[in-house]
């Protein structure tokens, strides 16, 4: 099993500022089968990444994501008011698949 | 538009059963692959369990291996969840998710509401 680690666990951040959010994997991942999600409080998450780098539908380009091997990054250029929310990876190369522990990304 | 919806959810017994289901719109239901993602009271995501299109191929995380049977009706634009011998570990919101990508290896690009199962005494 692919543990995938997020740090930091939490990231306190102004709107504006720049979010640079880290997943780690305990073995090495294909960048084809790295994704991203969001979540807001209340809410089923969202794709926001898959393929490390590819954006879903109606994503804008503030996000973008990064990374091969075992180390990924999602990074949100300009934070929105509506970008504060639950970050979280998933690998999907292999059963079983697996999620990190998630970002929180709250406002400072 | 694509739409997920998830229902049966509930309070039930620790060994209890309950079965959800997820009614799918919008979408070529039997072109894609289905999963359940649970997600215990403040915790984070889990898989729980992927079947493909035609039902060839079916994958359960460890955890529900034997308690849980996925399964679907392509006829119906519908999936289930059976949930046997229910524990107190099992209690969360169960989202349906279609799978995008090859066979089995899927990430999740439309999600339903989330049916909450709550398994007390």
């Known amino acids: 099993e692919i543990v995938l680690t997020q740090s930091p666990g939490t990231l306190s951040l102004s709107p504006g500022e720049r979010a640079t959010l880290s997943c780690r994997a305990s073995?090495?991942?294909?960048?084809?089968?790295l994704a991203w999600y969001q979540q807001k409080p209340g809410q089923a998450p969202s794709l926001l990444i898959y393929?490390?780098?590819s954006r879903a539908t109606g994503i804008p380009d503030r996000f973008s994501g990064s990374g091969s091997g075992t180390d990924f990054t999602l990074t949100i250029s300009r934070l929105e008011p509506e970008d504060f929310a639950v970050y979280y990876c998933?690998?999907?190369?292999?059963?079983?698949?697996?999620f990190g522990g998630g970002t929180k990304v709250e406002i400072k | 538009e694509v739409q997920l919806v998830e229902s049966g959810g509930g309070l039930v017994k620790p060994g209890g059963s309950l079965r959800l289901s997820c009614a799918a719109s919008?979408?070529?239901?039997?072109?894609?692959?289905m999963n359940w993602v649970r997600q215990a009271p403040g915790k984070g995501l889990e898989w729980v369990s992927s079947?493909?299109?035609?039902?060839?191929?079916?994958s359960y995380a460890d955890s529900v291996k034997g308690r849980f049977t996925i399964s679907r009706d392509n006829t119906k634009n519908s999936l289930w969840l059976q949930m046997n011998s229910l524990r107190a570990e099992d209690t969360a919101v169960y989202y349906c998710?279609?799978?995008?990508?090859?066979?089995?290896?899927?990430?999740?690009?439309?999600w339903g509401q989330g049916t909450l199962v709550t398994v007390s005494s």
């Open positions: 998710a279609r799978g995008s990508g090859s066979y089995g290896n899927y990430y999740f690009d439309c």
């Open positions: 919008g979408f070529i239901f039997s072109n894609s692959g």
């Open positions: 079947i493909s299109s035609g039902s060839s191929y079916i």
């Open positions: 073995q090495s991942v294909s960048s084809t089968y």
């Open positions: 393929g490390a780098s």
């Open positions: 998933q690998h999907y190369g292999s059963s079983p698949l697996t």
